[in-house]
């Protein structure tokens, strides 16, 4: 029930090595940064102003409470962790996000990654799942048995965007279409 032996990938704009995931040993099996593909390994040890939500989404869910000394644990508390940047110069594209998730398909078996985290507001814009590569990619990592859990948004006035409304995700979050 901890996630002991399974990895869970993040997608998102950016990632700071925070000692609840690092400490007291490295859970990180994996960093890609596929915003800005070349840009160096080290600037995950980097923080930057755009590391703030990967990290707190990631910690939320995989954090060990090693800053609390135990006290404040996320859910998976013990599994591995995959962290995608998909945020370049110029913010999240869909190319970025589709890479993210094919590179999670791929590594699949290599880390045991179970669960694909997408909380990024991002990639197309309001489209049919059946128009968008981002949910293609989604039903791809669905269809390998990779479970992809992705945020509905931040805003209840919004139409939710791929790939929330893929048919085969898990969207987490509230909507008010007022009946539209």
């Given amino acids: 029930y901890t996630g002991r ?93 589709v890479a993210g998730i094919e590179w999670s398909i791929r590594k699949q078996k290599r880390y045991n990654l179970r669960i694909l985290n997408i909380s990024l507001g991002a990639g197309d814009e309001t489209a049919s799942f059946r128009e968008s590569a981002i949910n293609h990619a989604a039903e791809e990592a669905v269809q390998a048995g990779i479970n992809v859990v992705v945020a509905a948004g931040n805003e209840s006035w919004m139409r939710v965007t791929p790939p929330g409304n893929s048919p085969s995700v898990i969207t987490v979050g509230g909507l008010d279409d007022r009946n539209s």
């Fill in 5 to 97: 032996g399974i990895c869970i990938g993040f997608l998102d704009g950016g990632f700071y090595p925070h000692p609840d995931i690092m400490k007291p040993y490295r859970r990180v099996v994996a960093y890609k940064d596929l915003g800005s593909p070349g840009s160096a390994k080290s600037n995950f040890e980097k923080p930057d102003v755009h590391s703030w939500h990967g990290m707190q989404t990631c910690v939320s869910a995989v954090g060990n409470g090693y800053l609390s000394s135990g006290l404040y644990k996320g859910i998976a508390s013990e599994a591995n962790v995959a962290l995608l940047k998909v945020m370049g110069n110029y913010g999240f594209t869909t190319e970025a996000i």
